[in-house]
């Protein structure tokens, strides 16, 4: 019997309709997939489940009640986002009870001591291997992503639990260990709801499916009722060709950027060279180092030793602004806080980095920008409903497609993308493949920072792996297996020359 259920679901917005006759059905005990390409209405039925939204149209029913006419049900809905909400400078007991008022520690004064004494019994339950005193800033991603969860759990009435990409940061061991969680709360008769773009995970812990695709829904199932490719199908709408790779054809043999006895915060002496028309491969366990190596030789973070050559020329550290000038440029993780001007138009995200490519006599010529930027909606294949459109009202696929398009308009030598498939569906995400493959066969250096080991294999010519901030191995892709690279990512030092 349904737990939350929904019938003829609409949510309408000025010229726009967001959901269509959405009817769903969420049992507790088992775990609903939403599956569907960014844009497809996920993120606004969620708002509608949990209360922070109003449908146009249609019925929700909680337990069988209407939560219109008694708001406290939305308490039994708990929702944790893909992008990390807690607070770095609290502690890990201070975030999992937070706000104290609902969780029975408010008052004028909080009794610490009973309030990490209770946070144990949590961090026990969810294996958060962390202290509950140590600030969340000190503690793994994994950790912290777990906590979410464990926040969500503080909450008594809470009976469904709607996690979105709660594994996208996260490596295979740890994906596993957020999985141990669900099969708990399962157990206790808890529904979740999992939203994610990782086919391998959605069959492994799905047990029934909702597709939706432009505001409606497209079918529901059992996830052992339907294959991938179907499931794939129902999504986007076509078939879609994967190749079997994307890695660059016919990679230059001359070196692009060399590395020597780099060190920084969370590193220590690491030597690579970067090959001009390739794609060289990062893994590694969150915290391993790789995000802080790519930081440090544009500038972001300090570096304590070591040199940089870029053709063949010392490169300057510690400095973004030379970076930039110089032709390298590092496209972040976090591209809500580091890659776009959410407030700002498509055309302003874009046309902020050719300004010299537009400006006439006059100064800014908004024709040639008006120009400029189309061409770059044009080869990205960004879709949006014109460019006046704001950025942050874009999928995350098509931002990651403007902030590339924005990059490439200032003719890179050196690339750097962490994690650009994070949060992003899988037509988009082979999309991103092929514009990577395109940049690295123009004579682009690319280096590619990934958790999915499976994207590395398809894209990168070479994976280095790295452990606790040390290089423990580097490989040609196409004749290594997965479990040399894991064993190498897990600290196991292989005799490899990461040039």
Same mark, same amino acid.
């Given at each position: 019997?349904?737990?939350?259920?929904?019938?003829?679901?609409?949510?309408?917005?000025?010229?726009?309709?967001?959901?269509?006759?959405?009817?769903?059905?969420?049992?507790?005990?088992?775990?609903?997939?939403?599956?569907?390409?960014?844009?497809?209405?996920?993120?606004?039925?969620?708002? *509608?489940?949990?209360?922070?939204?109003?449908?146009?149209?249609?019925?929700?029913?909680?337990?069988?009640?209407?939560?219109?006419?008694?708001?406290?049900?939305?308490?039994?809905?708990?929702?944790?986002?893909?992008?990390?909400?807690?607070?770095?400078?609290?502690?890990?007991?201070?975030?999992?009870?937070?706000?104290?008022?609902?969780?029975?520690?408010?008052?004028?004064?909080?009794?610490?001591?009973?309030?990490?004494?209770?946070?144990?019994?949590?961090?026990?339950?969810?294996?958060?291997?962390?202290?509950?005193?140590?600030?969340?800033?000190?503690?793994?991603?994994?950790?912290?992503?777990?906590?979410?969860?464990?926040?969500?759990?503080?909450?008594?009435?809470?009976?469904?639990?709607?996690?979105?990409?709660?594994?996208?940061?996260?490596?295979?061991?740890?994906?596993?260990?957020?999985?141990?969680? *669900?099969?708990?709360?399962? &157990?206790?008769?808890?529904?979740?709801?999992?939203?994610?773009?990782?086919?391998?995970?959605?069959?492994? =812990?799905?047990?029934?499916?909702?597709?939706?695709?432009?505001?409606?829904?497209?079918?529901? !199932?059992?996830?052992?009722?339907?294959?991938?490719?179907?499931?794939?199908?129902?999504?986007?709408?076509?078939?879609?060709?994967?190749?079997?790779?994307?890695?660059?054809? !016919?990679?230059?043999?001359?070196?692009?950027?060399?590395?020597?006895?780099?060190?920084?915060?969370?590193?220590?002496?690491?030597?690579?060279?970067?090959?001009?028309?390739?794609?060289?491969?990062?893994? !590694?366990?969150?915290?391993?180092?790789?995000?802080?190596?790519?930081?440090?030789?544009?500038?972001?973070?300090?570096?304590?030793? /070591?040199?940089?050559?870029?053709? /063949?020329?010392?490169?300057?550290?510690?400095?973004?602004?030379?970076?930039?000038?110089?032709?390298?440029?590092?496209?972040?993780?976090?591209?809500?806080?580091?890659?776009?001007?959410?407030?700002?138009?498509?055309?302003?995200?874009?046309?902020?980095?050719?300004?010299?490519?537009?400006?006439?006599?006059?100064?800014?010529?908004? /024709?040639?920008?008006?120009?400029?930027?189309?061409?770059?909606?044009? &080869?990205?294949? =960004?879709?949006?409903?014109?460019?006046?459109?704001?950025?942050?009202?874009?999928?995350?696929?098509?931002?990651?497609?403007?902030?590339?398009?924005?990059?490439?308009?200032?003719?890179?030598?050196?690339?750097?993308?962490?994690?650009?498939?994070?949060? =992003?569906?899988?037509?988009?995400?082979?999309?991103?493949?092929?514009?990577?493959?395109?940049?690295?066969?123009?004579?682009?250096?690319?280096?590619?920072?990934?958790?999915?080991?499976?994207?590395?294999?398809?894209?990168?010519?070479?994976?280095?792996?790295?452990?606790?901030?040390?290089?423990?191995?580097?490989?040609?892709?196409?004749?290594?297996?997965?479990?040399?690279?894991?064993?190498?990512?897990?600290?196991?030092?292989?005799?490899?020359?990461?040039?």
């Amino acid at each position: 019997m349904a737990y939350l259920e929904t019938r003829g679901l609409g949510r309408d917005f000025p010229g726009v309709t967001a959901l269509n006759g959405v009817d769903l059905s969420i049992e507790l005990g088992r775990t609903h997939i939403f599956a569907g390409e960014n844009g497809a209405g996920k993120s606004t039925l969620v708002k *509608i489940l949990t209360g922070t939204d109003r449908a146009s149209r249609g019925d929700i029913l909680i337990d069988g009640r209407n939560p219109v006419d008694d708001p406290a049900l939305y308490k039994n809905v708990a929702y944790v986002p893909q992008e990390l909400n807690l607070f770095p400078q609290m502690s890990v007991a201070e975030n999992l009870f937070m706000p104290f008022s609902r969780t029975g520690h408010g008052g004028l004064l909080v009794n610490r001591s009973a309030l990490v004494e209770e946070a144990r019994s949590y961090l026990e339950r969810f294996g958060i291997e962390a202290d509950p005193r140590e600030l969340v800033a000190n503690i793994s991603v994994s950790d912290q992503q777990l906590l979410q969860i464990a926040r969500a759990c503080t909450n008594a009435d809470m009976k469904v639990l709607i996690l979105d990409e709660p594994t996208s940061s996260l490596t295979r061991v740890e994906v596993d260990r957020v999985f141990k969680v *669900i099969r708990g709360l399962l &157990d206790r008769d808890h529904a979740i709801v999992f939203i994610s773009h990782k086919m391998d995970e959605v069959f492994s =812990i799905g047990d029934d499916y909702t597709v939706l695709r432009n505001g409606e829904k497209i079918e529901s !199932g059992k996830i052992a009722d339907i294959s991938e490719a179907d499931l794939i199908r129902a999504m986007s709408g076509r078939d879609i060709a994967f190749d079997d790779h994307f890695r660059p054809q !016919g990679v230059a043999t001359d070196t692009i950027m060399t590395v020597r006895g780099l060190s920084g915060s969370r590193f220590r002496d690491v030597n690579f060279e970067l090959r001009r028309g390739e794609i060289l491969g990062f893994a !590694g366990l969150v915290g391993a180092g790789r995000s802080e190596i790519m930081q440090t030789i544009f500038g972001f973070l300090k570096a304590k030793a /070591g040199t940089v050559m870029v053709e /063949g020329k010392p490169w300057t550290l510690n400095d973004t602004a030379s970076s930039v000038d110089g032709g390298m440029l590092y496209l972040s993780e976090e591209r809500k806080h580091h890659g776009i001007f959410p407030l700002l138009s498509l055309r302003e995200n874009i046309g902020i980095s050719i300004l010299s490519l537009t400006r006439g006599s006059l100064g800014i010529s908004g /024709g040639r920008e008006r120009e400029a930027v189309q061409k770059i909606i044009d &080869d990205y294949g =960004i879709r949006t409903s014109g460019m006046g459109k704001r950025i942050s009202q874009l999928s995350g696929g098509n931002q990651q497609k403007a902030i590339i398009g924005r990059a490439m308009a200032t003719r890179p030598r050196v690339l750097i993308f962490d994690e650009p498939t994070k949060g =992003i569906d899988i037509r988009t995400k082979t999309e991103i493949y092929r514009i990577m493959k395109g940049l690295a066969e123009e004579g682009v250096g690319v280096i590619l920072v990934s958790s999915e080991l499976d994207e590395l294999k398809k894209c990168a010519s070479r994976i280095i792996t790295m452990h606790h901030g040390r290089i423990t191995g580097a490989f040609d892709t196409a004749g290594t297996n997965n479990e040399t690279l894991v064993g190498a990512i897990f600290g196991t030092e292989v005799k490899a020359d990461a040039n």
